[in-house]
């Protein structure tokens, strides 16, 4: 059967059907008519094959629609309500009833009410042929861009393998180099509080943080990129990484008059660039152990490595241990400052001022010098109290204020805290804010001791008999 042209008649079965589209009618309606009344053939028992199925016409009620662009009339046959012949089917179903040989049942196009009055103002509701064509066109821009995007992102995943390849050594290696203390510490944390290791997922979906600093976090992730001992799992999502070109430029490739209205998706896929990775989103990468034959089993190694290695180090007096005050300093003042934003939120006061952190976190970096991390929460705790006490107190006055009295206050209870002839409280860890991997990771696996009642002071004293602590006492 050939394609329905203006007054194309065509054989369905053994009726003969016309086909004539309506001079009133706009193009695109009887454009709609063609395609809606296009008959692929019938089967043994009549029943029709239509060339598209009605929902991929982009119109709704697509009888009526059809009905405004064309007439179809079935020669032999006449109407049983009206008597008109030649018959008008009302439909598609109308018509496959017929070739089936049920029979003409109720009413036809021509005496049906409804469907001439519809089909009318189908033809004369220009605004209605602008919105179809609009929508039209919208969903096949959609769908190129959809395709167009789909395609991007798979390049993008093949960059992503290509750049960072999974490669794994046959077998376990024992010879590995030396990285910063820091570095160690936080890669043992990751091995031991991550919740799985094959791949090592994202430090934006941890329940619990790797260290009590953001920003640290992101610098030691940036370590692990250019250093070791983890490398990028090619797992890892395109939407990662910064791409050039950008994802919209490389959508706009192809594109005659580069705009997101493209004549040819088509064109765009073909000329579309290879992407090249320019940027990374640091916690949103996956990592994984390349020191051994599966991802499971190097990791393990390399969790016993590292721990001997500290428990050796501590025990022989290595010069890289004298870093462990700092790193204790850090962790407190960092836990202290969590905890110092954690009761701000509890007591509905806003954050503190990005001006106003400087001196928050120099403050918190003296009480670390001087005290344990649960006399530091004992200083926030009453710093902050007061500056819950104000803003209720003074209903009026800015919120903010009231933060900005609490780091006032903790600046005083810090130089105050530098005597250690002050008593202070010690407070417990508070499950509101749990410390952070790394922090449990350093005072319970290389130091052995409470991490809410060692003080950098006691640091010192824990490494002359550091031998006696295994690096594999923390809990887990």
């Not at 395609?35 to 089967?43: E, I, K, N, P, Q």
């Amino acid at each position: 059967m050939t394609e329905v042209d203006r007054g194309e008649t065509i054989k369905v079965g053994t009726f003969v059907v016309t086909i004539t589209p309506r001079d009133d009618a706009a193009e695109s309606l009887v454009e709609i008519a063609k395609r809606y009344w296009a008959v692929a053939g019938t089967d043994d028992y009549g029943r029709i094959s239509w060339r598209e199925g009605t929902r991929h016409l982009g119109v709704g009620r697509p009888h009526v629609v059809a009905a405004a662009g064309a007439t179809v009339e079935v020669a032999g046959v006449a109407c049983p309500e009206c008597q008109l012949e030649p018959w008008q089917p009302r439909s598609r179903s109308a018509l496959d009833a017929l070739a089936r040989g049920v029979g003409v049942h109720g009413t036809c196009a021509s005496c049906d009410l409804s469907l001439p009055v519809d089909a009318l103002r189908e033809r004369t509701d220009l605004d209605a042929h602008a919105r179809r064509a609009a929508s039209v066109a919208k969903a096949v821009q959609q769908a190129g861009e959809a395709k167009a995007l789909a395609e991007w992102n798979r390049r993008c995943s093949v960059a992503v393998s290509e750049r960072f390849p999974l490669q794994l050594a046959d077998e376990w290696e024992d010879d590995l180099p030396d990285w910063p203390l820091d570095l160690e510490v936080a890669t043992l944390a990751c091995l031991r509080y991550a919740s799985t290791v094959t791949p090592i997922p994202s430090m934006s979906t941890w329940n619990t943080p790797l260290t009590p600093d953001a920003a640290w976090t992101r610098a030691l992730i940036v370590e692990w990129v250019t250093r070791g001992p983890l490398d990028v799992h090619p797992d890892t999502a395109p939407s990662t990484f910064g791409w050039t070109p950008a994802t919209n430029e490389a959508l706009l490739c192809g594109s005659p008059d580069h705009t997101a209205c493209h004549a040819s998706w088509e064109a765009v896929l073909e000329h579309m660039p290879s992407p090249r990775i320019a940027s990374y989103v640091p916690d949103r990468l996956k990592f994984y152990v390349p020191y051994g034959p599966t991802l499971g089993t190097a990791a393990e190694h390399l969790d016993t490595h590292l721990a001997n290695k500290f428990r050796l180090d501590l025990r022989d007096g290595s010069p890289r241990m004298s870093g462990l005050p700092n790193l204790a300093e850090r962790l407190i003042a960092g836990e202290t400052v969590r905890y110092f934003d954690m009761l701000l939120h509890v007591h509905n006061l806003p954050p503190v001022a990005d001006n106003h952190r400087p001196r928050l976190v120099e403050a918190a970096r003296l009480v670390a010098r001087a005290r344990p991390l649960g006399e530091a929460y004992c200083v926030v705790w009453r710093a902050v109290r007061a500056a819950a006490a104000s803003a209720q107190a003074n209903l009026r006055a800015p919120k903010a204020n009231m933060t900005t009295h609490g780091v006032n206050q903790f600046e005083q209870g810090a130089q105050r805290a530098a005597d250690p002839e002050l008593k202070l409280g010690r407070w417990h860890e508070d499950s509101r804010v749990p410390l952070s991997a790394m922090t449990r990771t350093t005072f319970l696996s290389l130091l052995g001791a409470d991490p809410m009642a060692t003080s950098v002071l006691n640091v010192g004293e824990r490494l002359v008999d550091a031998e006696e602590h295994d690096g594999r006492q923390d809990p887990l």
